[in-house]
């Protein structure tokens, strides 16, 4: 057991202590300090909380409709005050070629009662301002109709303006909440698991090529090596999380004015039990493919074969995270295909995070489906212990999966 | 102290990587574990440090089990190599921990051996900044700062420079004079033969030749005699001449003749043409057979 903690702690010390990970977790905490405080920082440089008029974003608009320019000009102006509206004359081509010569960013031509041409050159992919249009238009037209059905202004005002009210009862998990934080969970745990997987599959492998281990396995059990080395790297991982994670709450907390009513307070806003789940499902999940890293970096010779040894497991991680994310947003993590990869030993870390923060599995399938995945870990690692056994004093060519079956029978009846 | 070897086995699959060898080395002397390249060298050594468990016979201490606890093994392994990217005080911290050193033990042992070796201003950087040879030191002082009770060698004169090599050899004997267990593993023979005092030679897992260095020579005809001197010329042409029944082949150079023997029988043949004639000469001598004579028979004549 010492043996076992004092590989547990060089894996450790000399992870958390090497220049790479200190910067990297550096870097990403000021990357969310710097981002949880952007909104307060934009503030103070520019003093007032209303954004700028944009230089250039002149509308122009042709107006060959039914109503009078003045009217189109104070409703356009005054639902769209960033803008500068102006009134100008002109055909569809001078129009075109207005737009080109970067006379107006943008022309609207109008047409009939309610037909308009928006004339630009490239809408964007996020840009709203056709949609802003549609209901400043709409709104305009619909009085137009209510007016000539004989209601006065009053009542014509009444009938656009009215609204549902509308209250939610959500019995279940609110996955428009939960949506986000799954979301950041699963990118998180994908990370983990790739980066720090292979990480162990590199450090087993430098040992090997090095012949750091031939000396090693004189004084130390492999399998406790093993094991020491895969927990002292989770727990540098872990670290590295709790880094993060601790400094992004902090920045929060400071800016939390600022940010209480975006959507990144849902992430700041997830329960107690989803919280504890995520991390518990996180570390097995590493577990379970950090020992498959192990394994696989034991039964290479070189580090330049590490990269094609782990391409299988790195695939599977990278398939389950595809499913995951691509079942997430549809909102139906309950489909066929997750329940398989909630069982399936490899996706299920993925697939169990998931479902677990966006619908209701239950107290006792999600201790059933932890345990589940506890197993899977223990026997991997069993596993795995076994093929590094065999593995770390093993040179040449990688081995073929088949061969390792075979090895790990004939290790066993001797 | 000595570690008894008994008939222990080790089999790979089918492949029988070790068959039924057995040896014991004395503390305060050299044992020399010989044999050519897949002989089986490193696999023994490998069941004497328990990484593997020998399928069968025992290895004890001075007729106990290992503790490993009690009894700490400094092990040199043949494809030498220890974390290329890492701080050497902190590899060597970790190695010396590995063999239950407390942390302020182990600096104190590798600040003594690292200035034993010359290599102490090296001690922060990491070893892949080093030179070959100097790699090997730092190998060689994480060998012995555990104070090893038994020391391992796997062909430890490999790539060191004479002047290392010649370091190397008297740290050796220092540590033997101290009474401790080395084994040397090689098939570079004239090192071997300088420190070993009992060896086993191996060929294909089997034992082929174990005892006393000496009394193995002894043991071996002595057909080759070697005269000095001026007279050589003539001593040659008059044994071939009357004793061709019993001279193999010889061989002049300078004033040195070998004459080659088919048996023992012809020597005292040789002693009588020279004492009767009036040559020339400073000495005649029985050779006893190098080492690397006795090596390449015993593990060639097991091949035929």
Redesign the interface.
């Given at each position: 057991m010492?043996?076992f903690f004092?590989?547990f702690k060089?894996e450790y010390s000399?992870l958390v202590k090497s220049r790479t990970f200190i910067v990297l977790t550096l870097l990403v905490v000021i990357g969310a300090g710097i981002g949880l405080s952007w909104p307060r920082i934009s503030e103070l440089v520019s003093g007032d909380k209303e954004t700028p008029v944009e230089e250039g974003m002149t509308i122009a608009v042709i107006n060959d409709s039914v109503y009078d320019d003045e009217l189109i000009n104070s409703t356009l102006q005054s639902s769209m005050p960033e803008y500068k509206i102006s009134l100008i004359e002109g055909t569809q081509d001078d129009a075109r070629e207005m737009v080109k010569t970067d006379e107006y960013g943008y022309i609207i031509m109008l047409k009939g009662e309610n037909e308009y041409t928006l004339v630009t050159k490239s809408l964007g992919i996020d840009n709203s301002l056709s949609y802003r249009l549609d209901g400043i238009l709409l709104y305009n037209y619909r009085s137009y109709l209510l007016d000539n059905a004989g209601l006065d202004a009053e009542q014509s005002n009444a009938v656009l303006q009215a609204q549902m009210e509308y209250n939610l009862v959500e019995t279940g998990k609110s996955q428009t909440n939960s949506l986000l934080y799954t979301n950041m969970i699963v990118i998180a745990m994908y990370m983990i698991i790739i980066i720090y997987g292979q990480m162990v599959a590199t450090s087993v492998a430098?040992?090997k090529s090095?012949?750091?281990m031939?000396?090693?396995?004189?004084?130390?059990d492999p399998v406790r090596m093993m094991f020491g080395k895969v927990l002292g790297i989770g727990t540098a991982a872990l670290t590295q999380v709790a880094v993060i994670a601790g400094s992004t709450i902090l920045f929060y907390n400071l800016n939390s004015d600022y940010l209480a009513t975006g959507f990144i307070s849902t992430l700041f806003n997830m329960p107690a039990e989803t919280i504890i789940l995520s991390i518990l499902l996180v570390i097995l999940g590493f577990f379970v493919y950090a020992f498959l890293y192990a394994a696989v970096g034991s039964l290479v010779s070189r580090i330049e074969d590490v990269s094609q040894g782990v391409l299988p497991i790195t695939f599977i991680s990278i398939a389950s995270y595809m499913i995951v994310m691509i079942s997430m947003p549809s909102g139906n993590v309950d489909s066929l295909l997750m329940k398989i990869c909630t069982f399936f030993p490899l996706t299920s870390p993925y697939a169990l995070v998931a479902r677990m923060a966006m619908t209701d599995v239950g107290l006792w399938q999600s201790i059933g489906a932890v345990a589940l995945l506890l197993v899977t870990c223990i026997v991997i690692g069993y596993l795995a212990a076994m093929v590094y056994r065999l593995g770390v004093?093993m040179y040449g060519k990688p081995p073929k999966m088949k061969e390792v079956f075979k090895?790990l029978k004939?290790s066993r009846k001797? | 102290m000595e570690i008894q070897i008994n008939g222990i086995v080790k089999?790979f699959?089918e492949k029988t990587a070790v068959d039924n060898v057995s040896f014991t080395a004395r503390g305060g002397k050299a044992f020399g574990l010989l044999g050519r390249n897949g002989a089986g060298k490193t696999t023994t050594m490998?069941m004497i440090?328990?990484?593997f468990k020998a399928?069968e016979g025992t290895i004890t201490i001075d007729n106990q089990k290992i503790d490993r606890k009690k009894i700490r093994?400094g092990?040199l392994?043949e494809?030498?190599?220890?974390?290329?990217?890492?701080k050497i005080k902190?590899?060597l911290i970790?190695?010396a921990?590995?063999?239950?050193m407390s942390k302020s033990e182990a600096l104190e042992s590798i600040n003594h051996w690292l200035d034993k070796l010359d290599m102490k201003q090296h001690l922060e950087k990491k070893l892949d900044t080093l030179s070959k040879g100097n790699q090997q030191k730092i190998q060689l002082a994480?060998v012995l700062m555990i104070n090893p009770d038994i020391i391992i060698l796997d062909e430890p004169f490999s790539g060191l420079d004479p002047v290392n090599a010649s370091v190397l050899q008297q740290i050796v004997f220092e540590q033997i004079e101290e009474g401790k267990i080395v084994i040397f593993s090689s098939h570079q023979m004239n090192n071997i033969e300088e420190v070993c005092d009992d060896i086993i030679i191996l060929d294909e897992g089997k034992a082929a030749l174990a005892g006393n260095l000496n009394q193995i020579k002894d043991s071996y005809p002595k057909t080759h005699i070697k005269i000095t001197g001026n007279g050589t010329e003539n001593i040659k042409k008059d044994v071939e001449k009357h004793l061709s029944a019993f001279v193999k082949s010889t061989k002049i150079s300078e004033l040195e003749l070998d004459i080659y023997l088919y048996t023992e029988k012809g020597r005292d043949e040789i002693l009588d043409i020279i004492s009767k004639g009036s040559y020339d000469i400073d000495s005649f001598r029985v050779v006893k057979p190098s080492l690397n004579e006795i090596f390449i028979q015993t593990t060639k004549g097991a091949e035929q």
């Open positions: 010492k043996k004092t590989v060089f000399n430098t040992e090095s012949r750091a031939e000396v090693l396995v004189t004084t130390v004093l090895l004939d001797s | 089999r699959g490998r440090m328990d990484v399928d093994f092990y392994p494809e030498r190599g220890l974390y290329p990217k890492k902190d590899q970790y190695l921990e590995l063999n239950d994480s």
